[in-house]
């Protein structure tokens, strides 16, 4: 297994330099098959609020280059705990103007402490950090309801609005904390997209959802610090949005059964933004080892060209997945090189003279951006 190295995240991926290595990158690993790869049994949570020295040692054994982090505000959720101890979101609780008297912030300190350990476990394993902060739309979504707020985007956008200004401030203290801080990239996100498609309108998504992203975004560049985007469902339509605003990868990029082509996707945005993640979750779970391989191998090929690629599933790694797949995905990654040769299934030497020419020009616009990648 490789050694970690968090420049094949940020020269690779996000700056578009080709390089024989492609990164690995998997954000999520359920606790379940965490337990397995740690060898040991873990409680039901999301893996990054497990104790740190756990955590970076999961990363380490996953072959990631990157670790992921964040802090979860759970602002007014209803949540289940199953039979097996998960917890499950049911529904928000706030559901009229009078609950928000009940708002509490997260303390600050807690956030810096975390921070702080986790730095300073992950110095020296070569791993980066990207970080993913509070995000007023989705924690807005998510105290509210899915079914209560998106009604309430008709019949009372007042009070979305007024909700939002109400964790506004909060979101940006905290992304303004964090920032401060040698993190080396950051993650947004919003809940816009099935896989079908778009959930609502693009002028809804401009009233609810955009201005706050947008906020984000700005404020993660203006210290050169790069920004991923986590979206799942088919985004198709929305990759021209995502550039404008100035991001620079986008994750899981899910398969959608076949709607969302991410080789298309690569020749058509490859030399404006980052592509990571797409290894088929139903293959990963019930795929031969073998047929795994050749799926991680096929899109090292195919995606290589002009760097902006980074391997990982198409969502997280479920309990569903064996960790036996996980590992072949791991290892298949590890053990490819680009030699320079784009394999696609139509017009090959056509696309791969594309994606030459466009590197140049995504060089150009990385170094436009001023990104700091040394941090």
């Not at 690779?12 to 690995?24: K, L, N, T």
């Not at 970076?56 to 505000?73: E, K, T, Y």
């Not at 979101?89 to 009940?102: P, V």
């Not at 139509?346 to 466009?358: D, F, G, N, R, V």
Request: a negative charge.
């Amino acid at each position: 297994m490789r050694k970690p190295d968090k420049q094949r995240y940020l020269r690779s991926a996000v700056r578009h330099e080709e390089s024989d290595e492609i990164p690995f990158f998997e954000q999520e690993i359920e606790t379940t098959v965490a337990g397995k790869i740690l060898g040991k049994e873990l409680p039901k949570v999301r893996p990054y609020e497990i104790p740190v020295e756990e955590y970076v040692r999961l990363n380490l054994l996953a072959g990631n280059d990157m670790l992921f982090w964040s802090r979860i505000w759970e602002l007014g959720r209803k949540n289940h705990i199953d039979e097996k101890g998960r917890k499950q979101y049911m529904d928000g609780t706030f559901k009229t103007r009078q609950d928000l008297k009940r708002i509490t912030y997260p303390d600050l300190g807690e956030l810096a402490r975390g921070l702080e350990e986790l730095l300073a476990a992950i110095e020296g394993t070569g791993m980066g950090l990207v970080y993913t902060p509070s995000q007023e739309s989705f924690i807005v979504t998510t105290a509210i309801g899915y079914q209560d707020y998106y009604e309430y985007m008709i019949t009372d956008p007042a009070f979305i609005h007024e909700f939002q200004k109400r964790v506004t401030e909060h979101c940006a203290r905290e992304l303004e904390l964090a920032l401060k801080y040698p993190i080396d990239a950051v993650q947004v996100g919003a809940v816009l997209c099935s896989k079908s498609g778009p959930l609502f309108s693009k002028e809804m998504m401009e009233e609810f959802e955009f201005p706050s992203l947008r906020a984000r975004v700005q404020m993660v560049k203006s210290k050169s610090v790069p920004v991923s985007i986590h979206q799942d469902g088919n985004v198709t339509s929305l990759y021209p949005e995502f550039i404008k605003m100035g991001i620079d990868i986008i994750n899981p990029i899910e398969t959608c059964d076949g709607a969302q082509d991410i080789f298309s996707l690569k020749e058509k945005y490859g030399a404006q933004i980052a592509l990571h993640g797409n290894i088929d979750m139903n293959l990963l779970a019930f795929g031969s080892q073998g047929e795994i391989k050749d799926q991680v191998t096929e899109h090292c090929r195919r995606l290589s060209a002009g760097g902006g690629y980074v391997c990982a599933s198409s969502h997280n790694i479920t309990e569903a997945i064996p960790v036996t797949n996980f590992f072949a995905m791991r290892d298949a990654v590890h053990d490819f090189k680009f030699t320079g040769t784009c394999i696609t299934e139509s017009s090959p030497l056509a696309i791969c003279a594309s994606l030459s020419a466009a590197t140049t020009s995504a060089k150009a616009a990385a170094a436009s951006k001023n990104w700091s990648v040394d941090r």
